[in-house]
């Protein structure tokens, strides 16, 4: 299936990266999460980087004209079979520069997929996640590694976010509330919106939208 062009939405910790670490490679799209591309930047110690810092550790969003050069200069090298993009936009700025973006290099948007879950299973998810450098998730309860501690896909050892602390979850779910939540009526008014249970079992989450994009079922997870 090709040219798919595909927007992740929803609240930190819904399962946004787990859905996307299992479609990704199958749709052959280019995968861009901004907070992966930002983690990268801190990591490297870039200009950026420094600069976001300070944004993600308290649970705010880095702000908007850093974030769009980042993720429009990166999309600037999409595979012809599309992207899926997984936390961009954040906010009504944001999605309008995409909009434009994509407008000017006669591209639209296939399916905005929204991941939807309350806040108390939010709070209880992140608190139990680890990740491995290259974006790939684990929960310590629910989806362990098969080796404490190291990333079934890599080898590489596993972290908890420094910014997966509950009082920073809070805040990086007020801040969802306020600045990202607008953007399910922005593009359910495109008629691109397309909703996901994030509460069900994520191989459930993955069946529903497969059958949204119109795919094949998985034979295995
Ligand atoms: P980012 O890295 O994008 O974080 P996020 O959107 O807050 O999302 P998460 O990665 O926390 O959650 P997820 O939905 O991917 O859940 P996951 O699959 O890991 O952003 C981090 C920071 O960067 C922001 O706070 C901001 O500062 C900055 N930033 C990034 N983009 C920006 C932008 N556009 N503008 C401005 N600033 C930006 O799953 C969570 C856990 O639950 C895992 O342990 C997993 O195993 C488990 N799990 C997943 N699905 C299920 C399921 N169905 N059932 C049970 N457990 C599940």
Known sequence: MTGLNLILLGPPGAGKGTQAARLRDELGVT???????????????????????????????V????????????????????FLLDGFPRTTTQAEALEAALDTASLR???????????????ERIS?????????????????????????????RLVTRDDDRPDTVRSRLEVYHAETEPLVAYYKTRGLLRTFDGTQPPGDVLAAIRTALGLEPARHR
């Not at 901004?34 to 810092?53: I, K, M, N, Q, Y």
């Not at 702000?63 to 079979?81: E, N």
């Open 31 to 61: 995968y861009l999460a901004t907070g992966d591309l930002l983690r990268r930047h801190r990591a490297e110690d870039t200009a950026l980087g420094r600069r976001a810092a300070r944004y993600m550790t308290a649970g705010r969003l």
């Open 109 to 123: 948007l296939t399916a905005v997929l929204l991941i939807d879950a309350p806040d108390d299973v939010i709070v």
């Open 63 to 82: 702000p908007d004209r850093l974030v769009i050069s980042m993720l429009l200069d990166a999309l600037g090298s999409a595979s012809p079979h599309g």
């Open 128 to 156: 139990g996640r680890l990740t491995c450098p290259q974006g790939h998730v684990f929960h310590r309860q629910s989806d362990p590694p098969a080796r404490a501690g190291i990333c079934d896909h890599d080898g590489e």
